[in-house]
């Protein structure tokens, strides 16, 4: 089955200028700039404490932050994270805060659709258990019972829902085994050809090499390196620009 998620392949659908991320008063993330089209992925790599699962929260409105964010041309500055998701933005956050363990696998997905007019939610929920077939042998289990990686296919589908512009990961294959890599690449080189956006912060850089068209590396909260994925396959490169000595 195939949906149209997003924008025309290669429209603008993502900018960001000045981008910062703070907790209280404290600022993790600053002057980050970056840009998105239509049916790309784009990884923010770093290490633990880089800022990246800021930047994603703060593009989301989910911390506080500042700076210009516009989705197919809307601000959404100072909107609420709700708000946001109603404009086109998803955010997926890393395991253990990215879906309801108590609930059912279709009541999570249920509550993924709700923000759908009522005459699309069956064809976006037939959409969303063709991407990932398990979900719909494990609908009627608990979520919290689910393996990791039908955990994580469960919350990509929930975000689904919504029939996003931009969907954003956070850390999406933290934890997981080998072999649900090759399933969330499948999905996520679907969901681009369909038009979507996708975003990805990561740390394993092997994995966003296989599914990435382009990079930036986060350090101390701010972009030090950018490149296409070819970059990627250069170790030394990679590992200077995490420690910081590779400025460019």
């Known amino acids: 089955m195939n949906m149209q998620l997003g924008s025309a392949p290669g429209a603008s659908v993502l900018s960001c200028k000045g981008l910062s991320a703070r907790y209280h008063r404290v600022t993790v993330v600053s002057g980050v700039d970056l840009s998105l089209r239509a049916g790309e992925m784009l990884a923010v790599l770093g290490s633990n404490g880089a800022g990246k699962s800021s930047?994603?929260?703060?593009?989301?409105?989910?911390?506080?932050?500042?700076?210009e964010i516009n989705v197919n041309g809307r601000s959404l500055g100072g909107m609420s994270a709700h708000k946001r998701a109603l404009h086109g933005l998803s955010?997926?956050?890393?395991?253990r805060r990215?879906?309801?363990?108590?609930?059912?696998?279709?009541?999570?997905?249920?509550i993924g659709l709700a923000l759908l007019p009522a005459s699309e939610r069956e064809a976006q929920r037939a959409?969303?258990?063709?991407?990932?077939?398990?979900?719909?042998?494990?609908?009627?289990?608990?979520?919290?019972?689910?393996?990791g990686g039908e955990q994580?296919?469960?919350?990509?589908?929930?975000a689904l829902g919504?029939?996003?512009?931009?969907?954003?990961?956070?850390?999406?294959?933290?934890?997981?085994?080998?072999?649900?890599f090759d399933i969330l690449a499948a999905a996520f080189d679907r969901l681009k050809k369909g038009g979507l956006a996708l975003l990805l912060a990561e740390q394993n850089v092997p994995f966003a090499a296989r599914i990435v068209d382009r990079?930036?590396?986060?350090?101390?909260?701010?972009?030090?390196?950018?490149?296409?994925?070819?970059?990627?396959?250069?170790?030394?490169r990679i590992a200077e620009a995490f420690l910081g000595t590779g400025r460019g």
């Open 162 to 180: 919504r029939k996003p512009a931009v969907l954003a990961l956070d850390e999406p294959s933290q934890g997981l085994a080998p072999a649900v």
């Open 91 to 95: 955010l997926v956050p890393e395991q």
């Open 215 to 236: 990079y930036v590396v986060l350090s101390h909260g701010h972009i030090v390196r950018s490149g296409d994925r070819a970059d990627l396959d250069d170790p030394q």
């Open 98 to 110: 990215n879906i309801f363990p108590t609930m059912t696998v279709r009541e999570n997905i249920d």
């Open 152 to 158: 994580q296919m469960l919350a990509i589908g929930l």
């Open 55 to 67: 930047m994603l929260q703060a593009i989301a409105g989910v911390v506080r932050g500042g700076g």
């Open 127 to 147: 959409f969303i258990i063709d991407l990932f077939p398990i979900l719909q042998t494990r609908e009627t289990a608990m979520a919290g019972m689910l393996s």
